[in-house]
């Protein structure tokens, strides 16, 4: 390879980001040199994991963030061309071509950082689409079918966010007298439009709230519950296992429910659940899963602390119940003193909490994974997200085949998250 010519810096950086594309590599700029005539001279490119990361960014007693994943870890991959004044062309001086680490596999080359480019003109199609209303993720969607897959839109979904929200920070497109202006002028097209706003002492606005007639009238209607049964992979990431369409939320149903779930899971049962605290499921857990450990979300119990006891404070002692360590004999020490202090120790809800404390405080679920979570934020998080994919009006066949796009998008950013990790050391604290 060394003596090789190259017409252009631009023609022997394209050879080399091919070259490392096809082994599964990442690769960067390094040396540039220059003459007074502005010509490149020197030109050199390295693997992405060349050198290694200061020290000072490792051990930073300050550190408020956890550290990135390492991936320099010394490799000496590079590609190097000086120019010729003679033949007026660029000239390989020097080509290492094995680097020291694993290299990406087909399926994980398009989330190599230097191969991960959004085009000019797709760029200024996905502003385009915004401006018409869009959502980012739905502008990704359609790259994704108009290239053919994800692997094939040549960059990943966090960049084409991050580009388009360089184009707009600090642009406004709508102060908030023009807005309420719009709203008052919708009350002309439909009688039934309300909306109502707040402003704070400098009469700026603060809260704003509106609906159209239709959104009224739906909501009267009565929709069919999704239920989404959700859990947690080795990446602490939200996986599926499945969706159901429930008609009501009765115990039956979420028996039939979960006695559909065994059946695909071939009556495998899970180590851990963690709900809402749902009395109907609560019951259906009881009959079919007696033998899984059951926690309840401790943001529910919280909640309905306040609703319950009305002493300041109280809420903060539940909540150093909930999530400490203590011996059995502590915990119901600690548990009397905090009735005590609060007044509650004739309160018929907290009595009921407490005899159900085995599913809500780690001192009695000690052992048992729940994936970190005390609450089933991963649950509101998915649906969220399913939120981006679904609209109440879509034909049931096409609000599955939507459900099947979001599992995708997630299955897709596990995918990731495998090629970060297989490609990266964690820092060790």
């Given at each position: 390879?060394?003596?090789?010519?190259?017409?252009?810096?631009?023609?022997?950086?394209?050879?080399?980001?091919?070259?490392?594309?096809?082994?599964?590599?990442?690769?960067?700029?390094?040396?540039?040199?220059?003459?007074?005539?502005?010509?490149?001279?020197?030109?050199?490119?390295?693997?992405?994991?060349?050198?290694?990361?200061?020290?000072?960014?490792?051990?930073n007693p300050n550190r408020v963030r956890e550290p990135r994943s390492e991936i320099r870890i010394g490799c000496r991959a590079m590609f190097w061309v000086c120019y010729s004044k003679i033949t007026k062309l660029w000239v390989v001086k020097e080509f290492r071509a094995n680097p020291n680490h694993c290299m990406?596999?087909?399926?994980?080359?398009?989330?190599?950082?230097?191969?991960?480019?959004?085009?000019?003109?797709?760029?200024?199609?996905?502003?385009?689409?915004?401006?018409?209303?869009?959502?980012?993720?739905?502008?990704?969607?359609?790259?994704?079918?108009?290239?053919?897959?994800?692997?094939?839109?040549?960059?990943?979904?966090?960049?084409?966010?991050?580009?388009?929200?360089?184009?707009?920070?600090?642009?406004?497109?709508?102060?908030?007298?023009?807005?309420?202006?719009?709203?008052?002028?919708?009350?002309?097209?439909?009688?039934?439009?309300?909306?109502?706003?707040?402003?704070?002492?400098?009469?700026?606005?603060?809260?704003?709230?509106?609906?159209?007639?239709?959104?009224?009238?739906?909501?009267?209607?009565?929709?069919?519950?999704?239920?989404?049964?959700?859990?947690?992979?080795?990446?602490?990431?939200?996986?599926?296992?499945?969706?159901?369409?429930?008609?009501?939320?009765?115990?039956?149903?979420?028996?039939?429910?979960?006695?559909?779930?065994?059946?695909?899971?071939?009556?495998?049962?899970?180590?851990?659940?963690?709900?809402?605290?749902?009395?109907?499921?609560?019951?259906?857990?009881?009959?079919?899963?007696?033998?899984?450990?059951?926690?309840?979300?401790?943001?529910?119990?919280?909640?309905?602390?306040?609703?319950?006891?009305?002493?300041?404070?109280?809420?903060?002692?539940?909540?150093?119940?909930?999530?400490?360590?203590?011996?059995?004999?502590?915990?119901?020490?600690?548990?009397?003193?905090?009735?005590?202090?609060?007044?509650?120790?004739?309160?018929?809800?907290?009595?009921?909490?407490?005899?159900?404390?085995?599913?809500?405080?780690?001192?009695?679920?000690?052992?048992?994974?729940?994936?970190?979570?005390?609450?089933?934020?991963?649950?509101?998080?998915?649906?969220?997200?399913?939120?981006?994919?679904?609209?109440?009006?879509?034909?049931?066949?096409?609000?599955?085949?939507?459900?099947?796009?979001?599992?995708?998008?997630?299955?897709?950013?596990?995918?990731?998250?495998?090629?970060?990790?297989?490609?990266?050391?964690?820092?060790?604290?």
């Amino acid at each position: 390879m060394v003596g090789v010519e190259f017409k252009s810096v631009e023609e022997a950086e394209s050879f080399y980001h091919i070259n490392s594309k096809i082994i599964g590599f990442s690769v960067r700029k390094n040396q540039c040199r220059k003459n007074q005539a502005g010509i490149v001279t020197t030109r050199s490119w390295c693997c992405s994991n060349e050198g290694f990361r200061r020290t000072k960014y490792i051990k930073n007693p300050n550190r408020v963030r956890e550290p990135r994943s390492e991936i320099r870890i010394g490799c000496r991959a590079m590609f190097w061309v000086c120019y010729s004044k003679i033949t007026k062309l660029w000239v390989v001086k020097e080509f290492r071509a094995n680097p020291n680490h694993c290299m990406a596999t087909d399926m994980q080359k398009h989330f190599l950082r230097s191969h991960r480019k959004i085009s000019a003109a797709e760029l200024e199609q996905a502003k385009l689409l915004k401006k018409a209303g869009m959502k980012t993720s739905e502008i990704w969607n359609l790259f994704v079918h108009q290239n053919g897959g994800w692997d094939k839109v040549g960059c990943t979904k966090k960049d084409l966010y991050n580009s388009l929200e360089a184009g707009r920070r600090g642009v406004d497109d709508l102060d908030a007298n023009t807005t309420l202006i719009f709203l008052q002028s919708k009350l002309d097209i439909d009688p039934e439009f309300f909306y109502t706003y707040m402003v704070d002492e400098e009469s700026r606005l603060t809260h704003l709230f509106w609906a159209d007639g239709a959104s009224q009238f739906d909501y009267e209607l009565c929709q069919m519950p999704l239920v989404v049964l959700v859990g947690s992979n080795n990446h602490g990431m939200t996986c599926v296992f499945g969706f159901t369409l429930i008609q009501n939320e009765t115990a039956e149903t979420y028996t039939w429910v979960l006695q559909k779930f065994l059946e695909c899971m071939k009556d495998k049962l899970p180590e851990t659940i963690l709900t809402d605290g749902c009395r109907s499921m609560n019951k259906a857990i009881e009959d079919l899963m007696p033998s899984v450990v059951h926690r309840t979300c401790s943001w529910h119990i919280l909640n309905n602390a306040i609703k319950h006891v009305h002493e300041e404070g109280f809420v903060g002692e539940l909540r150093n119940l909930i999530k400490r360590y203590y011996s059995v004999d502590e915990f119901d020490l600690h548990w009397n003193k905090m009735l005590l202090d609060y007044n509650a120790e004739n309160n018929e809800w907290a009595k009921a909490l407490y005899s159900s404390r085995h599913q809500w405080a780690d001192t009695h679920l000690r052992g048992s994974y729940f994936g970190g979570s005390t609450a089933t934020n991963r649950c509101e998080s998915m649906n969220a997200f399913l939120k981006r994919f679904l609209d109440e009006k879509l034909p049931l066949w096409r609000a599955l085949r939507h459900c099947d796009h979001g599992l995708a998008a997630l299955r897709y950013g596990e995918l990731g998250k495998h090629a970060a990790d297989k490609l990266s050391t964690p820092v060790l604290k």
